[in-house]
């Protein structure tokens, strides 16, 4: 029985607070408690708005992924030499490569042609993207380390190419929080299932809370995408609430005891976002008021482009409603023609060309291009090499990625390789310096971003990278 002749009763009788706290092991108590630190603020909140290091260019990334590594030489980095000497035996000595049974120059089988102010050099594979050459700013001097797709792709997404780290878009979110609370700071969309999977978008030893919220994978059209588990198929609102209040009173508990702890923390916004996220989340996903006009621009309900077209408008539509940093991958090992280049890269300029155009002129004509910073290419380049009868290799020492948008030198061609495109020889960009430069933009010091973790401070870019001040305008 309780006791009645106590502090914690009033006239003889039970108090609320007493009664509570003893009813149902005490869980009722600790539901209150929570709710109430929530709706007072107290309660800590790992995806709150932080404030930046500095004043940011961008808001918010769009990373366009374009997974296999594309072709630099036949798509923006034009070399007219290697076009010349198309066949000759190669004429210089080659890094690492995969197959070194045939080593003779390959030429691009496209044509390339000059476009806007800066007379940028663009193939006819991207002649939607050619249109909006005076709104990039091209970096051709990009390396990176590894020539296998795990070692490059964890090296473009982490910062390393042997242990599990955080990824770029959980490093963002613990650096800024989200705009939205009902949103997570971080979306991959389609994200691949191979070389790394969800290492790639993971948060490894930062609070789970910043890892990314993966919508579908590339196994899969994106009409058909969903966020797994968001949901539960026969349990009302109500029920679900009741259960997560159950739940969170128990994680509460263990907080309470186990005093300050950041993983605990980011368990129990994890559960609350998700909930929060069944409504807010759906809307955004729906394309239901978006204008014929639009859908069009991005080439939705057109065969070639429809898939790759709803994950740029995806994106766009996440970003607008807050979203830190959203990762579009396009096909797992879709850009890696080591045979049969022409029909591979063809269909794959075909199917990404029109919708990243789109994206563009969309944020540009919203007014959101300004301070979205959006990011395109893959974990490597490929060789002017050929190999085997038409294809490519892989080819870390040199390639081409561009940004637009978020602060960045519209129009604006930064590095260079050699005559053939093959070694990065001019204002080098190592992929620790582009990870530098992106957290620039939004405001971060990759110096100052850091998390103590097993006795030592880790950041994004380790002990490396310089900020490239050279490309922010």
């Given at each position: 029985?309780?006791?009645?002749?106590?502090?914690?009763?009033?006239?003889?009788?039970?108090?609320?607070?007493?009664?509570?706290?003893?009813?149902?092991?005490?869980?009722?108590?600790?539901?209150?408690?929570?709710?109430?630190?929530?709706?007072?603020?107290?309660?800590?909140?790992?995806?709150?708005?932080?404030?930046?290091?500095?004043?940011?260019?961008?808001?918010?990334?769009?990373?366009?992924?374009?997974?296999?590594?594309?072709?630099?030489?036949?798509?923006?980095?034009?070399?007219?030499?290697?076009?010349?000497?198309?066949?000759?035996?190669?004429?210089?000595?080659?890094?690492?490569?995969?197959?070194?049974?045939?080593?003779?120059?390959?030429?691009?089988p496209w044509k390339f042609q000059q476009y806007g102010e800066n007379g940028s050099w663009v193939s006819e594979l991207f002649h939607n993207v050619a249109q909006h050459a005076d709104d990039l700013c091209f970096i051709h001097s990009l390396h990176t380390k590894g020539?296998?797709?795990?070692?490059?792709?964890?090296?473009?997404?982490?910062?390393?190419?042997?242990?599990?780290?955080?990824?770029?878009?959980?490093?963002?979110?613990?650096?800024?929080?989200?705009?939205?609370?009902?949103?997570?700071?971080?979306?991959?969309?389609?994200?691949?299932?191979?070389?790394?999977?969800?290492?790639?978008?993971?948060?490894?030893?930062?609070?789970?809370?910043?890892?990314?919220?993966?919508?579908?994978?590339?196994?899969?059209?994106?009409?058909?995408?969903?966020?797994?588990?968001?949901?539960?198929?026969?349990?009302?609102?109500?029920?679900?609430?009741?259960?997560?209040?159950?739940?969170?009173?128990?994680?509460?508990?263990?907080?309470?005891?186990?005093?300050?702890?950041?993983?605990?923390?980011?368990?129990?916004?994890?559960?609350?976002?998700?909930?929060?996220?069944?409504?807010?989340?759906?809307?955004?996903?729906?394309?239901?008021?978006?204008?014929?006009?639009?859908?069009?621009?991005?080439?939705?309900?057109?065969?070639?482009?429809?898939?790759?077209g709803r994950q740029c408008l995806l994106a766009r539509r996440f970003a607008e409603a807050g979203v830190r940093y959203i990762q579009v991958s396009f096909k797992q090992n879709g850009w890696d023609q080591h045979g049969n280049l022409l029909k591979g890269h063809q269909s794959n300029a075909q199917a990404v060309d029109k919708p990243i155009a789109g994206l563009l002129a969309d944020l540009k004509q919203r007014g959101m291009l300004e301070d979205t910073l959006v990011v395109w290419g893959g974990e490597f380049g490929r060789t002017p090499i050929v190999q085997g009868e038409d294809g490519r290799d892989h080819n870390p020492q040199g390639f081409t990625m561009w940004l637009a948008g978020g602060g960045v030198k519209a129009g604006l061609h930064y590095g260079a390789t050699d005559d053939y495109g093959y070694y990065a020889i001019e204002n080098k960009v190592h992929m620790h310096d582009l990870h530098a430069t992106l957290l620039y933009l939004m405001g971060l010091d990759h110096q100052r971003l850091t998390y103590r973790y097993a006795g030592r401070d880790f950041r994004l870019t380790d002990v490396y990278g310089n900020v490239v001040h050279e490309v922010i305008a």
């Open positions: 029985m309780l006791k009645s002749a106590s502090h914690n009763s009033i006239g003889g009788k039970v108090s609320r607070r007493r009664l509570l706290q003893q009813s149902g092991c005490g869980f009722a108590s600790l539901a209150l408690a929570g709710l109430c630190a929530e709706l007072s603020g107290e309660e800590k909140n790992p995806l709150a708005p932080k404030a930046a290091h500095h004043p940011a260019s961008a808001r918010r990334v769009i990373f366009l992924f374009m997974h296999g590594g594309p072709s630099q030489v036949d798509t923006f980095d034009y070399k007219p030499r290697l076009q010349k000497e198309n066949g000759n035996e190669l004429p210089f000595e080659p890094g690492p490569l995969l197959d070194t049974k045939s080593l003779r120059l390959l030429g691009s020539v296998s797709h795990g070692q490059a792709v964890s090296m473009l997404h982490t910062g390393t190419d042997n242990l599990v780290r955080p990824s770029v878009g959980a490093w963002v979110s613990y650096g800024l929080g989200t705009e939205n609370r009902d949103l997570p700071a971080f979306v991959t969309i389609s994200p691949p299932r191979g070389h790394g999977g969800p290492r790639n978008y993971g948060a490894a030893f930062l609070p789970a809370s910043y890892q990314a919220t993966a919508i579908g994978h590339s196994g899969m059209n994106v009409k058909d995408a969903a966020i797994a588990h968001l949901n539960a198929s026969g349990v009302s609102h109500q029920e679900q609430r009741q259960q997560l209040d159950l739940l969170q009173a128990m994680n509460r508990d263990h907080l309470s005891r186990s005093g300050e702890d950041e993983q605990i923390e980011g368990v129990i916004e994890s559960f609350e976002l998700a909930f929060r996220m069944q409504n807010a989340a759906p809307q955004v996903m729906s394309f239901a008021d978006e204008s014929p006009q639009t859908l069009a621009l991005y080439g939705i309900d057109q065969a070639a482009t429809d898939d790759f």
